[in-house]
């Protein structure tokens, strides 16, 4: 179900982002494990550097929502590069 680019997804998961001792810094802030809702497959894990983003996923992942994020491939899994919840 996508529209606009967008997935309707719910949040399994929470990610430990740890800021490591690179030199370029961390590579994410926020770590989210994304299901697909329409076809109950894991998408796999969606990384934030947005705070917006990552109180929306957050959130889901408390209530149990389902929202709908916009997700570009990235060499770490996914990067979400938008969220909105029902709340928005």
């Known amino acids: 179900d996508q529209q606009d680019g967008f997935v309707t997804v ?10 490591g001792n690179s030199k370029s810094g961390p590579w994410t802030k926020w770590g989210f ?6 076809t109950g497959e894991e998408i796999g894990w969606g990384n ?3 705070e917006t983003v ?9 209530t149990k929502a389902a929202i709908q994020v916009k997700l570009k ?3 770490y ?12």
Do not use: P, Q, R
């Open 48 to 50: 934030t550097f947005s």
């Open 73 to 75: 491939e990235s060499k």
């Open 33 to 38: 494990m994304l299901i697909d809702v329409a």
């Open 54 to 62: 990552a109180t929306v996923c957050t959130n889901a992942k408390h």
């Open 10 to 19: 719910t949040v399994k998961a929470l990610g430990k982002i740890s800021e």
């Open 77 to 88: 899994g996914h990067d979400i590069l938008e969220a909105v919840g029902d709340d928005e």
